[in-house]
């Protein structure tokens, strides 16, 4: 089943600020809270996809990669692209919107119960640069990185305490969490729910930090990466490995880690979207009889004939060895070859002698087709005369 369009989910357009995208989620979150429709799983489902929605268009950086490229560009394949509405967790999408749907609007609301208690602070993302060469890009490629970030600490396994001893029930909230307090109203009686302000939130205190993190419960180091690349992928492009970024503090969710494609340039083609170019360079002789040429590729070598009376600026197809469409497996680009016809700089004098007896020769002399061309003609107006357009 195809995704739903994120602004079509949130009821928002393009232009929309990010007070009227986060004042549409907080609409929907409403109408479809857990609390509000208990035991209703369709209403669960809208709420996880309205997050899933939010999560990108409320990030400028995520926000522009979809504008871009759609859900393409949020990932999806190899490990990449966000949870999506089926995979995230109720407890992340508390955990990071509480200050647009939290424990004070909805317990206060509807009797709580939504938030709970929390982990410790959620890691910040990470922002890598990936350079990926022409064949990489083209067939998709497992890259090894090492990064250096935040990770959980060995000695107290995230927790942040010297021992198990180390750590005690919050005596505020008694390990909830969260504070209850009822109020008499002209209405009745209104119970609210507020994080503990003791523990905030975490339902436990630590007694005795940890000596390797002084309680962060994270250390700094550096982990080594498996990354599946997908196929397609372009210059500017941003994957999100979900869970790879910035461990959190004392056990809370680690960050993204958000990869930056770097395209590294070719030594003869040239990218233009799903296309390459490649400028085949031939003699005049060789334009006048025809020649087989071998030209490079994304994957390697071809051959190609060039017919006897070339011009130059002539357009050859190689159809389908262009760059493949990001996570598609049937939309693939060409390549694009431009002859170039070299006029030498120097001639011995025989050689000279031979173009004056030509020059004057009916054959060597441009025909009425060449007197239709235009002056100037770019090179993408000629590749239309390639695809008939």
Not at 93 to 108: K, R, S, T
């Amino acid at each position: 089943m195809a995704k739903r369009d994120y602004y079509e989910i949130l009821g928002v357009g393009k232009s929309s600020s990010a007070d009227e995208i986060k004042k549409a989620y907080r609409k929907i979150a409403m109408q479809y809270h857990p609390d509000k429709n208990p035991g209703n799983k369709e209403a669960e489902e809208k709420f996880k996809e309205a997050a899933e929605a939010y999560e990108v268009l409320s990030s400028p950086d995520k926000k522009a990669q979809y504008d871009r490229f759609g859900h393409a560009g949020m990932g999806g394949a190899g490990g990449f692209g966000g949870a999506g509405a089926g995979g995230m967790r109720m407890e992340d999408i508390f955990q990071n919107f509480g200050d647009i749907f939290g424990n004070d609007m909805f317990g206060g609301m509807f009797g709580g119960g939504g938030g709970g208690r929390r982990q410790g602070s959620r890691g910040a993302n990470l922002r890598i640069k990936l350079k990926m060469d022409f064949t990489e890009i083209a067939n998709g490629a497992n890259k090894k990185i090492k990064v250096k970030k935040h990770v959980s600490c060995q000695h107290c396994n995230g927790s942040g305490a010297k021992d198990r001893n180390s750590i005690q029930t919050c005596g505020t909230c008694g390990g909830s969490g969260q504070v209850r307090r009822v109020t008499n109203t002209f209405l009745g009686q209104m119970q609210t729910v507020t994080t503990c302000p003791t523990c905030n939130g975490e339902g436990t205190s630590i007694t005795q930090k940890c000596t390797y993190c002084k309680g962060e419960g994270r250390m700094y180091g550096e982990e080594t990466l498996s990354l599946d690349i997908p196929p397609g992928a372009q210059d500017g492009m941003q994957l999100s490995m979900s869970g790879k970024g910035n461990a959190g503090e004392r056990g809370g969710p680690p960050g993204d880690l958000l990869l930056l494609i770097e395209e590294e340039k070719h030594e003869f083609l040239i990218r233009h979207d799903l296309d390459v170019v490649y400028h085949l360079h031939i003699s005049f002789p060789e334009a006048v009889l025809g020649m087989q040429a071998e030209v490079p590729t994304i994957d390697g070598k071809a051959k190609i004939k060039i017919p006897a009376g070339t011009q130059s600026g002539k357009i050859f197809r190689l159809k389908g060895k262009g760059f493949p469409a990001f996570q598609s497996s049937y939309e693939r680009g060409d390549e694009l070859i431009e002859v170039n016809v070299w006029s030498p700089q120097h001639l011995t004098s025989d050689e000279k002698d031979m173009m004056e007896r030509l020059k004057n020769s009916p054959n060597f002399k441009p025909g009425p087709d060449a007197k239709k061309e235009r002056e100037e003609r770019g090179f993408f107006d000629k590749i239309k005369d390639v695809f008939g357009g």
